[in-house]
Structures are given as structure tokens and as C-alpha cells.
């Protein structure tokens, strides 16, 4: 079945350490999208990539970087850098245009 | 600024209560208005797309309406299972994705 794969689903992660989070589609989508979820908040875009080898920051992008090598992948790196790490982290793509997103199932970084 | 707005942040009813949730926008420029459910723990569900006002969708018990300024989503007979979070986004002509904050809807037996 298409969809969109995210990994881990739970990560606990110490200050000062670098992680990375995993997204795989094979919807054939050209756009891909991170989000962040915090509660009682709306989701809030951290970086977008329209096509390979290019993408956009968001409104929340300092702290995070991304890279986007193949068109399926579009893995998250969360930074020593990013002051509250501890979320809910949402991947999610589309076919490039104003189409609804597909969202994967998440993945909850948690920094001990 | 693009904004979306959610009303009301939490809402209890019985099965068998219809209600209503609300999302007001301010977009420059609408392309699309997406409503998504969202259950614990999981990534959110797309429901419905609206593209113009006076448009209106339904799937099972839900039925989404939009005008200029907001948009509706209507649950009739409301059953347990249809408790979750529900969201609101909209798309502007530089094709950005705004959300909500989100209603959460608890339907009590």
C-alpha cells in the first residue's frame, strides 16, 4: 500500500546530542513537509521541499536541518541547537500544487 | 498574515447530539480549505477540501460547509467513534498550508 513511513515512532534523545528523524513515501509525491505539533497548538511548518535537492525553510526552521536527496526521502535533523526539542513531529506530502496533504504517523521526541 | 481559528477548543457531546465546529480564516487569496481528523498519537486524516463558497461535502455523518469567511463542520448523530481531534487548514495563493489549533471532540455514550 502507498503511504508514508516516519522512525522512530518514540525517540528519547539527552541535551547536546543530534537526532534524526526518518521519512519515506512512495506516493510519488514531488512535495514533502515537516511539521511540529505541540499541544493546544496548530501544526507548524519547519521545512518544505518542493522537488530534489531543493527545499524551504518554515516559520519554525532555526534549530532544524533537512536534506532531500531522492524524491522518497526526507529525513528531519533536530539540532543541539533547538531550545524545546520535546514534540510531536509530523512528515506529510502531496503532488506538487494545492492538493491535500498525506501525513505519516508521527514520531515523539522526547529530551530527557 | 494568513490565520486560521478554531472554535470552540474542546467540545463534550452526548451520541446522538449534533453540533457544529467552527474555523474562520483571513487568507490572501483561498485555494483550497482542508478539514482533517486527528486521534491520539496518530497523524492526521484528511476528510474533506472545499475550493470556493457556497461549496458543501459530505462523508458518513460529516458535512463540511464553507462561505467567504469560515467554514463548518457538521456532525449529525455523532457516534463514540467519531471522537477526535479535528483540524483546519487553508491554502493561499503562495500555496502555503495554515492550521488550526484544532476542536476536540469527545462523544459520550
Known amino acids: 500500500d502507498g503511504g508514508i513511513t516516519q522512525s522512530p515512532k518514540y525517540l528519547f534523545r539527552k541535551e547536546g546530542q543530534n537526532v534524526t528523524l526518518s521519512c519515506e513515501q512512495n506516493?510519488?509525491?514531488?512535495?514533502m513537509y515537516w511539521y511540529r505539533q505541540d499541544p493546544g497548538q496548530g501544526l507548524r511548518l519547519i521545512y518544505y521541499s518542493q522537488i530534489v535537492n531543493d527545499f524551504q525553510k518554515g516559520d519554525i526552521a532555526e534549530g532544524y536541518s533537512v536534506s532531500r536527496e531522492k524524491k522518497e526521502s526526507f529525513p528531519l535533523t533536530v539540532t543541539s541547537a533547538q531550545k524545546n526539542p520535546t514534540a510531536f513531529y509530523l512528515c506529510?506530502?502531496?503532488?506538487?500544487?494545492?492538493?491535500?496533504?498525506?501525513f505519516g504517523e508521527g514520531s515523539r521526541l522526547t529530551v530527557l | 498574515e494568513d490565520q486560521v481559528t478554531q472554535s470552540p477548543e474542546a467540545l463534550r457531546l452526548q451520541e446522538g447530539e449534533s453540533s457544529s465546529l467552527n474555523c474562520s480564516y483571513t487568507v490572501s487569496g483561498l485555494r483550497g480549505l482542508f478539514w482533517y481528523r486527528q486521534d491520539p498519537g496518530k497523524g492526521p486524516e484528511f476528510l474533506f477540501t472545499?475550493?470556493?463558497a457556497g461549496e458543501e461535502k459530505e462523508k458518513e455523518r460529516l458535512k463540511a460547509t464553507l462561505t467567504k469567511k469560515e467554514s463548518f463542520l457538521h456532525i449529525t448523530a455523532p457516534k463514540p467513534e467519531d471522537s477526535a481531534t479535528y483540524l483546519c487548514a487553508v491554502c493561499s495563493n503562495n500555496n502555503d498550508m495554515r492550521f488550526g489549533a484544532g476542536t476536540r471532540l469527545t462523544v459520550k455514550p
Open positions: 506529510a506530502s502531496r503532488i506538487r500544487g494545492t492538493g491535500e496533504l498525506f
Open positions: 506516493l510519488n509525491h514531488d512535495a
Open positions: 472545499l475550493y470556493s
